[in-house]
């Protein structure tokens, strides 16, 4: 690469040029850089150092993702993201790529991320002498009559060399004769011809024909050339040749132009007559390219198009048409064919750079995406607008160098629209205009912009009392409106108006699920309702809360039986006694039986009934107010003592009821019930001993059975010799004087006694009779041993206090 730079006098330098730099993150600069290179270097061959005329080191370099904006563009170089050197990829042929454009150009971008910058490079590939001139055809026969007046003009033809500037074909060198020499013009178009030029007239007679070598050589070093044969043969007499009616025949043609048009009619005439006037047309040295695409009407000398025409691929054509006589004298003409661009290329979208996901915070005119639009149209054909579809919070604005950004336009909102399908249309200005529309997808990534939202402004849990220990009383959610980290809730407690033990031991919450717990089974008449707070917080970063109230109310249920205050179900006041006076009346209020309920509601509504009493129809119970009040009056045939049992129920499902046994006495005073207490007392005591003796003699039975069945199933094993060893044990028939039970043990559970061997003296039945304990001072009569207690004060009789 140096030699080549030294040999070509310094033409391969760089330049670079800086058009754009913005430092503010969100625009996009631009830059130019140019280099200058040989066509033909080998692959692998350093163009330059990319890093180093951007200004960037080689960490820098790999860290901004420096790349090719297309893929297509990179095809002949390649690009060391780790040094930065540019590199040739495959073998650049400058007239495989430009044809015979004078200044041969590659154009791609380079984008550089981070920020983003666009680099345009520009690639000037220079010609070497690679190609020699070439004559399209093989050898050149002319035909000449000897009448042919010196000074005549014979058109050879051009030599093509593919090489531009001074590699390519630059002079004519004819081999040395006494008739012809060689006349080098350049045409409009920079193409070198030759024309034969008779100096001197023909004999045929002497010399029929004539055999010359024509050379053509390009400027290059070294230099290249090509010869061709020219066999001239001298005819007779035709001394008129073709005229064109003009030297050069221009015309215009619409690429679109369909097959078969006629492009052009040349015309020549002939003052000859006869044969030597017929006029035969041809192309004459007709390049490759307008082959495929043109033919000739031979006798009328009309073009007609055989090909479509594309106006990207060849923009004109020159044509050589000769027109031969019958005598074989042959004159030429140019048709030069202008073609017309036509609006038949649909502008390109490319996408250079895409920043998705896009945060939902963005500030406006944050850069989204880098787009390239081309049109391989010219004019206005090739002139490119660029506009959204649908009303997006977005727009897009024309960069440099048909690049557009794609640019944030109002704030976004990911609750609201997530994700974004953004049509880009870019239309072109020809008639009509051809548009193209790409889509880009665009994701929103979400923030942490929404607080937990509760369904209500505050919750009301109603819970029944003896509920079980960690039972799941309900579930509180809250919802957030973000995604992912940020949407995920967590629940606490904060507080509570429970002050004597810490909300923990009453309530707790699933922290992930809402879920609310009792820590413990509510009693209802302990307490009836509490409050507490219930916090629920994001995953976010910082993260959102939002509180809310939760009030918690204790529903009753019938768990608590009815209790009676009076008169009082005390064990050791077994027999409770009222005084009723013989002259009570009807509707006499005897005493008042009075109960409670711990629970509320319909659970302590309380009924009273009697269920057992002595004489039914002697008393009423009032149902609700729990009055014993007398049916009728006392009649002399009525007992002095009666007993009453009460229930008392509430109304909860199921029904809880308790129940009182009262004794009543009729009696003016206590003198006279005294007698009918005492009989109730000792009656109840008896009954309290008998009760004692009956289930101490079961026991005994049963222990003396069982041991009397084994006595005697052993004496049977053994055979022993004293037969009256269990006469004890044997059962004997029932009998008062040989009973060792009280008297009244025939009421028991067994038909028959058993006779025991046991001494006398343990056959005593001892019975202890108890005397109540009565206490008699200042006219109070409190009978601890009854349960009554009364006072005569001033004729009345007024209760005691109710032990």
């Not at 000897?146 to 033809?157: A, I, Q, R």
């Not at 035969?280 to 390219?289: A, G």
């Not at 009569?781 to 005569?792: Q, Y």
Request: with cysteine; proline share 5%.
């Amino acid at each position: 690469m140096e030699r080549k730079k030294k040999k070509n006098g310094g033409a391969y330098r760089r330049q670079v040029l800086l058009l754009l730099q913005l430092s503010f993150p969100y625009w996009v600069a631009s830059e130019q850089i140019h280099y200058i290179i040989p066509e033909e270097m080998t692959k692998g061959s350093i163009v330059g150092n990319l890093a180093k005329d951007l200004g960037l080191s080689n960490k820098e370099l790999a860290k901004r993702n420096v790349h090719a904006a297309s893929v297509d563009d990179m095809k002949y170089f390649r690009i060391n993201t780790e040094n930065g050197d540019f590199y040739i990829n495959e073998r650049i042929d400058r007239e495989k790529i430009c044809g015979k454009i004078l200044f041969c150009l590659v154009n791609f971008e380079i984008v550089i991320e981070n920020p983003l910058n666009i680099f345009h490079v520009n690639i000037k590939i220079q010609d070497i002498n690679d190609n020699a001139p070439q004559f399209l055809n093989g050898n050149i026969n002319l035909e000449t009559s000897e009448v042919t007046l010196p000074g005549t003009k014979f058109l050879l033809g051009t030599a093509e060399d593919a090489d531009i500037g001074i590699n390519s074909l630059q002079n004519y060198q004819l081999s040395s004769n006494p008739y012809f020499i060689l006349e080098v013009e350049e045409s409009q178009d920079g193409n070198k011809f030759a024309d034969l030029v008779l100096q001197k007239p023909l004999d045929r007679e002497s010399q029929e024909y004539i055999h010359l070598v024509l050379m053509a050589m390009d400027g290059g070093e070294p230099r290249k050339n090509s010869t061709v044969q020219i066999l001239i043969n001298i005819t007779d007499a035709n001394d008129n040749p073709p005229i064109f009616t003009q030297e050069i025949y221009r015309v215009s043609l619409t690429e679109n132009a369909p097959i078969g048009t006629t492009v052009l009619q040349t015309s020549a005439s002939d003052d000859d007559e006869g044969i030597n006037a017929q006029i035969r047309y041809h192309f004459s040295n007709l390049p490759i390219k307008a082959q495929e695409k043109f033919s000739m009407d031979p006798i009328k000398g009309v073009i007609i198009l055989i090909k479509t025409l594309d106006f990207e691929e060849t923009k004109e054509y020159i044509i050589t048409v000769a027109a031969k006589d019958g005598g074989g004298l042959v004159t030429h003409c140019k048709v030069q064919i202008q073609i017309i661009d036509e609006n038949d290329n649909f502008p390109e979208i490319t996408v250079v750079s895409l920043f998705t996901p896009l945060p939902e915070n963005s500030r406006s005119e944050t850069l989204i995406a880098l787009i390239n639009v081309k049109d391989k149209d010219a004019g206005d054909n090739g002139k490119i607008t660029c506009y959204l579809q649908n009303d997006l919070p977005f727009k897009i604005l024309p960069s440099s160098n048909n690049y557009y950004k794609l640019i944030t336009d109002r704030p976004l909102d990911r609750e609201k629209v997530s994700q974004y399908n953004i049509t880009i249309t870019a239309t072109d200005k020809g008639i009509p205009p051809l548009n193209t529309n790409k889509t880009i997808f665009l994701q929103i990534s979400d923030i942490n912009d929404n607080a937990p939202a509760f369904e209500k402004a505050s919750y009301s849990i109603y819970v029944p009392e003896n509920n079980p220990s960690g039972a799941s009383i309900f579930q509180i959610q809250a919802f957030d409106q973000d995604v992912e980290q940020n949407s995920q809730v967590t629940y606490s407690i904060l507080a509570s108006n429970i002050e004597e033990l810490p909300i923990s031991s009453y309530i707790s919450i699933h922290s992930e699920t809402g879920i609310i717990y009792a820590q413990r089974s509510f009693d209802y008449e302990q307490f009836r309702e509490f409050q507490l707070q219930v916090k629920a917080k994001d995953g976010g970063n910082p993260p959102l809360s939002n509180n809310v109230t939760v009030r918690v109310f204790i529903l009753d249920r019938n768990d608590n039986s009815p209790q009676i205050l009076y008169p009082s179900t005390n064990s050791k006041d077994s027999a409770l006694f009222e005084m009723v006076p013989h002259s009570a009346e009807a509707d006499y209020l005897v005493t008042k039986v009075v109960a409670v309920d711990a629970d509320s509601g319909h659970n302590a509504w309380l009924s009273y009934q009697l269920i057992q009493a002595t004489e039914p129809a002697l008393f009423t119970v009032g149902s609700h107010t729990g009055e014993i009040r007398t049916a009728r009056t006392f009649l002399e045939r009525d007992a002095m003592k009666h007993r009453l049992v009460l229930l008392v129920k509430d109304n909860g499902q199921p029904p809880l009821s308790a129940s009182v046994t009262l004794n009543l006495v009729f009696a003016e005073n206590f003198q006279e019930a005294l007698p009918e207490m005492k009989n109730q007392m000792k009656s109840s005591e008896d009954q309290s001993d008998l009760q004692f003796y009956l289930v101490v003699a079961l026991a005994v039975m049963s222990f003396l059975f069982l041991l009397s069945v084994i006595l005697a199933l052993t004496m049977k094993l053994r055979q022993s010799e004293n037969p009256r060893f269990l006469q004890c044990f044997a059962p004997v028939p029932h009998t008062k004087s040989g009973a060792i039970f009280p008297s009244n043990f025939e009421e028991g559970p067994l038909p028959y006694s058993y006779q025991l061997c046991l001494s006398s003296e343990s056959r005593k039945n001892e019975f202890a009779v108890l005397t109540p304990n009565i206490h008699i001072a200042e006219n109070v009569l409190c009978d601890e041993k009854f349960g009554i207690s009364f006072t005569e004060v001033g004729g009345k009789k007024l209760p005691c206090e109710v032990r």
